[in-house]
């Protein structure tokens, strides 16, 4: 199966400051404000949706094809995807921005000073999908992943009209997006947490059993509750989450569960097996600071999987993971 991925590429850039915002914060000069920080750790983290995603499954031996736009400022992450086994050959590298970047500085007291330059990401909106299938081939799934509002909407109009399956999963976007009932009807697959559920709900006017007679499959993470998995007339499916997971930084957890489930869908494994290999790969994701700091052994893979959902499981997934 060959799968492209849209959406976001950006790098977070994440500095500490070892004092309190409070105490450089004069109230009778705030009108005039100009403040430094002298900031004693940089920390300077891949990610982006998309980006994160097709790192997931490039580490479980996919090649996906990323889809975004970036500044000309991407050569270094674009070989760390391309190392991966990611396909950057069609991302979109604008002439005029940079890539997006997300600056955040903390203090002592955990409170936060940051900023989210788009940059490059507005122009996904002028990133067709054709050519893409011009040159690859045709597209099996097209994930649309929180990106440039236009971009989005653009590529699921694309999706609708060329008959291309897609997968709508707008997270971050659904809370300033109006147009949803347009990002997820027809979708072969509706990626969301509880919180986007029901922010779907509100924001389509459609219940909970509209939305699922618009969509293929309906996959509804739950955190440490694992995922819920509905289609039209047939009973949910729960899936537990990874047990024993060393929580240290959530950051793409949702992106890696994406990547480990559509990896089990290209295998055209079981859906509950597809939702095994998200949580899997999720709880990778849990481990580590930052959504692509984990390294994916995957004989130990395979053993954890065997530990957590048994060893008839593991053996259905190995043979793809071990190739
Ligand atoms: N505490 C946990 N222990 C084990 N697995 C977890 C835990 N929290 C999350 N997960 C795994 O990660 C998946 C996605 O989590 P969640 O529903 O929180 O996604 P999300 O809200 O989209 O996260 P984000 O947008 O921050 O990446 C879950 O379905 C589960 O498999
Ligand atoms: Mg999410």
Request: aromatic residues 8%; charged residues 25%.
């Amino acid at each position: 199966m060959r799968i492209a991925v849209a959406g976001s590429i950006a790098t977070d850039h994440l500095m500490t400051f070892p004092g309190r915002f409070a105490d450089q914060l004069i109230p009778d000069q705030l009108h005039t404000v100009s403040l430094s920080f002298l900031v004693d750790a940089l920390d300077i983290r891949r990610g982006g949706v998309a980006a994160n995603i097709c790192y997931g499954m490039g580490c479980l031996g996919q090649n996906p094809i990323l889809v975004g736009a970036v500044g000309d400022d991407f050569a270094d992450y674009r070989s760390w995807l391309d190392r991966h086994g990611v396909d950057t050959s069609s991302v979109y590298v604008s002439q005029l921005h940079h890539t997006a970047r997300f600056l955040c500085t903390t203090d002592e007291d955990h409170n936060q000073i940051a900023s989210f330059y788009t940059g490059a990401m507005s122009e996904a909106r002028e990133i067709e999908l054709q050519p893409i299938v011009d040159r690859v081939g045709d597209l099996d799934l097209v994930l649309i992943g929180a990106d440039d509002p236009e971009g989005m909407l653009r590529h699921t109009e694309e999706c609708r009209t060329r008959g291309i399956p897609f997968a709508a999963d707008p997270s971050q976007q659904l809370a300033r997006m109006n147009d949803v009932c347009e990002l997820i009807d027809g979708a072969a697959y509706l990626f969301t947490n509880e919180y986007e559920k029901s922010l779907c709900e509100q924001k389509t006017g459609w219940s909970d059993e509209e939305v699922l007679e618009r969509v293929g499959v309906r996959v509804t993470t739950l955190g440490p509750k694992g995922v819920r998995i509905d289609r039209t007339g047939e009973p949910s499916l729960h899936v537990d989450a990874a047990p024993e997971v060393r929580k240290v930084e959530p950051t793409g957890v949702g992106d890696a569960f994406r990547a480990g489930f559509l990896t089990a869908i290209s295998w055209e494994l079981s859906l509950e097996r597809a939702a095994q290999m998200g949580n899997l790969l999720a709880a990778h994701a849990l481990e580590v600071a930052g959504p692509q700091e984990y390294t994916l052994h995957r004989q130990q893979f395979v053993d954890r999987f065997a530990g957590a959902y048994g060893r008839e499981a593991a053996d259905e997934i190995a043979g793809h993971v071990l190739n």
